[in-house]
């Protein structure tokens, strides 16, 4: 490491020493490591109760002291929670209405950012005022009229009337622009400008490298909420027709004035197992992309 050479006020030279701190590394001691096991444990704890519950009967569920352990039903629930909704289609139809509203609401939020957080035009923070307005509005004040829309459209248990309602959010936008604010120099916008870049080139070769990061954490935050939203899927859709996991759900276990705790909670298994292999897969490029963009150059 470079000293530092400076000069007292007789003018001989004085070397300073950087202190023997500086760039050393911590490292966390054996408490901090039995603190993050406890928080992991802890975390898990839910799933693996869930797990352990799948295995077992409903009456057995339900009995104190609950169970700890894993069962032999496992299997048996699994066949019979899938059998009977179609599990196997409400699983495809929540990834495909939770993939496109995902990547729906990143593309749309980055461009409504980018305009919001770089392009100077009139009436912007008003505009983004009234966006940033629309997220204290309950999303049950929509549903009566928002029904009638696509009742009139005949969009009744069709899985467009989930997947265009939700195409943009308001907090998308407004996580966006907050990002963009700091992350993209205004010069480098202006640079592609002047080298003759048009909107669209600037937006793909400039805007999307830069907002990768968060685009990779607001596309998996939109994604686990539209993968388990359940409010307006079961008032647009029907468990007997294209539901989604979550109206699905709504459907196990029933059966002579009595549900089936464990085919419930079985059917809950199985709706969480598809977010842990993609968090398994992605999760390791979506803390990298985090922690990238965390790094001020």
Request: aromatic residues 8%; glycine residues 8%.
């Amino acid at each position: 490491m470079a000293r530092t050479v400076d000069t007292t006020t007789s003018g001989a030279p004085r070397v300073r020493r950087p202190r023997p701190s500086a760039g050393r590394q911590h490292h966390a001691g054996p408490l901090t490591y039995v603190l993050l096991g406890l928080a992991a444990l802890l975390s898990l704890f839910p799933l693996y109760w869930n797990l352990v519950a799948a295995s077992h009967t409903g009456e057995r569920v339900v009995k104190a002291p609950a169970p700890l352990l894993p069962g032999p039903r496992l299997l048996d629930n699994l066949s019979f929670a899938w059998n009977q909704v179609d599990m196997g289609g409400a699983l495809v139809n929540t990834t495909l209405v939770a993939g496109l509203v995902a990547l729906s609401t990143v593309l749309f939020s980055t461009l409504a950012g980018f305009a919001f957080a770089k392009l100077p035009f009139r009436g912007r923070g008003a505009l983004l005022a009234l966006v940033v307005a629309t997220m204290t509005i309950p999303p049950q004040l929509s549903v009566i009229p928002l029904y009638q829309i696509i009742t009139d459209l005949g969009w009744v248990d069709q899985l467009q009337s989930v997947v265009l309602p939700s195409l943009v959010a308001a907090f998308g936008v407004f996580f966006m622009r907050q990002y963009l604010i700091e992350a993209l120099p205004v010069e480098l916008v202006e640079a592609a400008r002047v080298d003759g870049a048009h909107s669209l080139r600037i937006i793909w070769h400039v805007v999307f490298p830069v907002a990768r990061p968060a685009m990779a954490v607001l596309g998996m935050l939109v994604f686990v909420q539209a993968w388990n939203d359940f409010f307006w899927p079961f008032i647009a859709l029907t468990p007997d027709g294209n539901p989604t996991l979550q109206v699905a759900l709504a459907g196990l276990g029933a059966g002579n004035h009595t549900v089936d705790q464990a085919v419930v909670l079985t059917g809950a298994l199985i709706s969480t197992l598809p977010l842990l292999v993609v968090f398994a897969v992605l999760g390791k490029h979506i803390v990298g992309g985090i922690t990238a963009g965390a790094v001020k150059n």
